[in-house]
T-cell receptor
Framework: EAGVTQSPTHLIKTRGQQVTLRCSPI?????VYWYQQALGLGLQFLLW???????NRGNFPPRFSGRQFPNYSSELNVNALELEDSALYLC???????????FGSGTRLTVV | GEDVEQSLFLSVREGDSSVINCTYT??????LYWYKQEPGAGLQLLTY?????DMKQDQRLTVLLNKKDKHLSLRIADTQTGDSAIYFC?????????????FGKGTMLLVSP
């Protein structure tokens, strides 16, 4: 069974630019979560999508947004990038009645 | 709001037992999880425990839960160098299919030969 896949694995952007990160959940998983792992801050919850709808949002500004597609894959968009957006962005998926997320390997974003 | 605290670093020798501790503040926490993150990788679910349990054992891993003190620990028996990683404690008020997990900042475990 393929795991949660994220793309790209690394990217470098300039401050003020926009970026789109992609996530494909495990087949059959309907919920997708996005977390930001910045140095020294642990994992901060960003967004939760389930069945195509945004179910919950963390304490992040509106320039962080996303969506979930009918095939349950998801995108995370970050506009007007700031230096402090440099982090590892992790996507996780879960089937509704199971326990514990399955995480992808993440996208390492560096903003210069 | 919810908060999960962990010590930042633990160093042990190969073959010793490791104990990683975690405290949480949300009294409604129903499920508590331990994840492992190896360098350059995502998080791997190690084990979880329901709040109505005191202990759970899974091979070399033992999870102890003191609900009164809101304290969770992960014991790794016969620690190996391959256990070197960052370990995250996480809590959820429901089974995580319908909620977000709140993570601690992680404990870096370093196992020396």
């Amino acid at each position: 069974e393929a795991g949660v896949t994220q793309s790209p694995t690394h990217l470098i952007k300039t401050r003020g630019q926009q970026v789109t990160l992609r996530c494909s959940p495990i087949s059959g998983h309907t919920s997708v979560y996005w977390y930001q792992q910045a140095l020294g801050l642990g994992l901060q919850f960003l967004l939760w999508y389930d069945e195509g709808e945004e179910r919950n949002r963390g304490n992040f500004p509106p320039r962080f947004s996303g969506r979930q597609f009918p095939n349950y894959s998801s995108e995370l968009n970050v506009n007007a990038l700031e230096l402090e957006d440099s982090a590892l962005y992790l996507c996780a998926s879960i089937y509704r009645d199971s326990y514990g997320y399955t995480f992808g390997s993440g996208t390492r974003l560096t903003v210069v | 709001g919810e908060d999960v605290e962990q010590s930042l670093f633990l160093s042990v020798r190969e073959g010793d037992s490791s104990v990683i501790n975690c405290t949480y503040t949300d009294s409604s926490s129903t499920y508590l999880y331990w994840y492992k993150q190896e360098p350059g990788a995502g998080l791997q679910l190690l084990t979880y425990i329901f709040s109505n349990m005191d202990m759970k054992q899974d091979q070399r891993l033992t999870v102890l839960l003191n609900k009164k003190d809101k304290h969770l620990s992960l014991r790794i028996a016969d620690t190996q160098t391959g256990d070197s990683a960052i370990y995250f404690c996480a809590e959820s008020p429901t089974y995580s299919g319908y909620s977000t997990l709140t993570f601690g900042k992680g404990t870096m475990l370093l196992v020396s030969p």
